[in-house]
């Protein structure tokens, strides 16, 4: 996984609440058996009409989105089942974080795992965002730091390992396999006394 | 002198011991995973990522298979239809990666496969105080029986097929009280949707909810299964019940199953996990469930529901006022009377034998509307031989519903079994999201008798004039 230590792009409003990740991902983009590609179905059925066409008023179909690397969104973004494929569509639309006050639990860890940044900011933060749909924004992983659009600075917490994996590129994968021989004992351990 | 040990919760207990490596200034704890279920769709890039780090599955004998997302519910000419070439390989690929890592596998066409949060259970391998994961978010249903149970993304997959643990950083309890007597016509479904009209979606997010109170206590071991499994759309990754006598006679003589006088001590292991009376949750709530009478939903997340007669609310956001435009529905009026197109009794939440049983007694001897498509998917091939011993599947295919193989099928819509834009499906599954069960389709979330109900009707209608023989 590529370090990710600051983002500077403009940014995508999508403002919706509960955005689940049967939208940002619909289940018929899973049959897949590999990673790639995923970001055709990015919000298929909110980027296409039932004839297949564009819609025009979709943000992420606007041409002011392209190249955007920040999605902003409403509370509870990637609420639903625990695909990781709808990070990794965000990831191949080249996102690279997402905005919002708050985050469904599977997906911000999927999210983290895979070089998607989740900024969950106070509604404060918020709403100097979607009052400027499109704007640029820094985003600053190792501070934690937002600098919004009408100049104000917001900050954003994530847990040290999150930003660890983030900034290093080393998921938790590695750590995980450097405890293997503690797993052992505790696998003894709990074999004893069951 | 002796000191009492500090009241501790059921989570707390599961918790303790399976910490591998303790929560650090700068790193989540190491769980260990007894139980690791897997499927089709969210493990062949897990396996990719195995072969490419040259890592074996450290515990093929605590992981087992199945196939249940992609899998068609029909055969044509003796063989499963398919889909499409895409879904036959992410089955062949899954068939390849269990016999290439040692993984038994409950594959298509085999009696033990099945929706995997039915077979878990079904097979005895849930159990209480374990931890069970899966990559799929429905995972919760297992905390039913007292088991730390959670959806996990595929990254996460790949790295219990190869560590046997996760990192995980302690989630907070939340203790659910659920009080009342059920009124004749309501269950378990009907509750959790109540519940999650009333505390939202986000309500749970951080924390596994404990599902404690009169209410639950009465609850069969199946229906406990439907009100843990929408634990994830009240936002926790996981649910839990303390396990109780109606637990342990569920679990007792199932193929994994401790027996003698090994089970005797699981139980008698499994009764001290239960919550201590004087424990204290992390935050707690409470619910009335006798006032609760037959739920559906009218929106496109799962609490935007209301009781069958109630008119549906004045929407209050603009989310809310989206979902309304979506459903085609209109505000201030009951869905009851609602003309449906598809009736779907399937899924994790819903297609238990008991579930079956409940829907068939509904349409015992009557007819399916003409104008509506009935589908019933058997969660597993065990429910399926069960029901057909019953008889279940002759009761419904004489009302003219269509009986299928088991599968997740239309809950998700990824095999071929779906809706077409527009249609409207009163159905027994856990998610009304837009287009989750087809482009362009639009659900209604109920329990099995309201979904016959609606078969039999053409319409939303209240499952109870029909109930016990009764005519509507
Ligand atoms: S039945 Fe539906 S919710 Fe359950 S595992 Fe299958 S797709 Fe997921």
């Given at each position: 996984m590529k370090p990710i230590t600051g983002i500077v792009s403009a940014t995508v409003l999508l403002d919706a609440d509960d955005v689940d990740t049967d939208q940002i991902i619909p289940a018929r983009f899973l049959s897949g058996t590999t990673r790639d590609g995923l970001g055709a179905g990015l919000f298929a059925d909110w980027r296409r009409d039932r004839e297949g066409r564009l819609r025009e008023d979709f943000p992420l179909n606007r041409p002011e989105a392209e190249g955007a690397r920040v999605l902003v969104a409403g509370r509870n973004f990637g609420c639903g089942s625990s695909r990781e494929h709808a990070a990794w569509a965000l990831r191949d639309a080249g996102f690279e974080a997402v905005i919002s006050t708050s985050f469904a639990d599977i997906f911000r860890g999927n999210a983290v795992r895979n070089g998607l940044v989740p900024v969950e900011v106070d509604a404060a933060a918020h709403a100097a965002l979607t009052a400027n749909p499109g704007a640029r924004v820094t985003i600053d992983v190792t501070e934690g730091t937002v600098e919004l659009p009408d100049g104000g600075t917001a900050r954003f917490t994530l847990d040290p390992f999150a930003r660890r994996c983030l900034t290093t590129g080393l998921g938790p994968f590695e750590f995980l396999l450097s405890h293997l021989e503690t797993i052992a004992r505790h696998e003894e351990r709990a074999a004893s006394t069951s | 002198m002796t000191t009492r040990p500090s009241p501790r919760t059921l989570f707390d207990r599961i918790w303790e011991s399976h910490v591998v490596v303790p929560e650090g200034d700068d790193h989540p704890a190491i769980i260990y995973v007894d139980v690791h279920l897997i499927h089709e769709v969210t493990s062949p890039q897990a396996f990719a990522l195995l072969r490419e780090r040259g890592l074996p599955v450290r515990r093929p004998d605590q992981t087992w298979a199945t196939a249940d997302h992609s899998v068609p519910t029909r055969f044509e000419k003796g063989r499963p239809a398919f889909i499409d070439q895409a879904a036959r390989n992410q089955v062949a690929a899954l068939e390849r990666n269990c016999r290439d890592f040692g993984i038994p596998l409950f594959g298509l066409g085999a009696s033990g496969q099945g929706i995997v949060h039915v077979i878990g259970p079904e097979r005895g391998l849930t159990q209480p105080g374990r931890t069970i994961v899966c990559g799929d978010s429905h995972t919760s249903t297992h905390g039913a029986f007292g088991a730390w149970a959670?959806?996990?993304?595929?990254?996460?997959?790949?790295?219990?097929?190869?560590?046997?643990?996760?990192?995980?950083?302690?989630?907070?309890?939340?203790?659910?009280?659920?009080?009342?007597?059920?009124?004749?016509?309501?269950?378990?479904?009907?509750?959790?949707?109540?519940?999650?009209?009333?505390?939202?979606?986000?309500?749970?997010?951080?924390?596994?909810?404990?599902?404690?109170?009169?209410?639950?206590?009465?609850?069969?071991?199946?229906?406990?299964?439907?009100?843990?499994?929408?634990?994830?759309?009240?936002?926790?990754?996981?649910?839990?019940?303390?396990?109780?006598?109606?637990?342990?006679?569920?679990?007792?003589?199932?193929?994994?199953?401790?027996?003698?006088?090994?089970?005797?001590?699981?139980?008698?292991?499994?009764?001290?996990?239960?919550?201590?009376?004087?424990?204290?949750?992390?935050?707690?709530?409470?619910?009335?469930?006798?006032?609760?009478?037959?739920?559906?939903?009218?929106?496109?997340?799962?609490?935007?529901?209301?009781?069958?007669?109630?008119?549906?609310?004045?929407?209050?956001?603009?989310?809310?006022?989206?979902?309304?435009?979506?459903?085609?529905?209109?505000?201030?009026?009951?869905?009851?009377?609602?003309?449906?197109?598809?009736?779907?009794?399937?899924?994790?939440?819903?297609?238990?034998?008991?579930?079956?049983?409940?829907?068939?007694?509904?349409?015992?001897?009557?007819?399916?509307?003409?104008?509506?498509?009935?589908?019933?998917?058997?969660?597993?091939?065990?429910?399926?031989?069960?029901?057909?011993?019953?008889?279940?599947?002759?009761?419904?295919?004489?009302?003219?519903?269509?009986?299928?193989?088991?599968?997740?099928?239309?809950?998700?819509?990824?095999?071929?079994?779906?809706?077409?834009?527009?249609?409207?499906?009163?159905?027994?599954?856990?998610?009304?999201?837009?287009?989750?069960?087809?482009?362009?389709?639009?659900?209604?979330?109920?329990?099995?008798?309201?979904?016959?109900?609606?078969?039999?009707?053409?319409?939303?209608?209240?499952?109870?004039?029909?109930?016990?023989?009764g005519t509507p």
């Open positions: - | 959670f959806g996990i993304g595929t990254s996460e997959v790949a790295q219990v097929l190869a560590t046997q643990c996760l990192l995980q950083a302690r989630p907070r309890t939340l203790g659910l009280e659920i009080r009342g007597d059920l009124a004749p016509g309501v269950s378990a479904k009907d509750i959790i949707l109540a519940v999650i009209r009333r505390f939202g979606v986000a309500f749970g997010r951080g924390s596994v909810i404990e599902y404690h109170g009169s209410a639950v206590r009465s609850l069969g071991m199946e229906a406990r299964m439907t009100l843990c499994n929408m634990s994830i759309e009240a936002g926790a990754r996981a649910g839990l019940i303390s396990p109780d006598d109606t637990t342990f006679d569920w679990i007792e003589g199932r193929e994994e199953a401790p027996r003698g006088k090994a089970f005797d001590e699981s139980v008698a292991r499994w009764r001290a996990l239960a919550t201590d009376d004087d424990a204290t949750f992390d935050r707690t709530a409470s619910f009335d469930a006798g006032t609760v009478e037959p739920m559906v939903t009218w929106g496109t997340n799962p609490s935007m529901s209301c009781g069958i007669l109630e008119p549906i609310p004045t929407p209050c956001s603009p989310g809310e006022r989206a979902a309304l435009g979506y459903m085609g529905l209109e505000a201030e009026r009951p869905l009851a009377g609602t003309p449906v197109d598809v009736v779907f009794i399937g899924s994790c939440t819903n297609a238990r034998i008991s579930d079956l049983r409940a829907a068939a007694g509904v349409v015992r001897g009557r007819r399916v509307h003409p104008d509506v498509q009935v589908l019933v998917v058997p969660g597993s091939a065990a429910v399926r031989d069960q029901a057909r011993h019953e008889g279940l599947d002759r009761t419904f295919r004489e009302a003219g519903a269509v009986w299928r193989e088991p599968g997740c099928s239309m809950c998700i819509a990824m095999n071929g079994d779906r809706l077409q834009p527009g249609q409207l499906a009163v159905s027994t599954s856990n998610r009304n999201f837009e287009g989750r069960q087809g482009p362009g389709g639009r659900t209604v979330l109920a329990s099995p008798v309201t979904a016959a109900a609606a078969a039999l009707a053409g319409q939303v209608a209240d499952p109870r004039p029909y109930l016990e023989g």
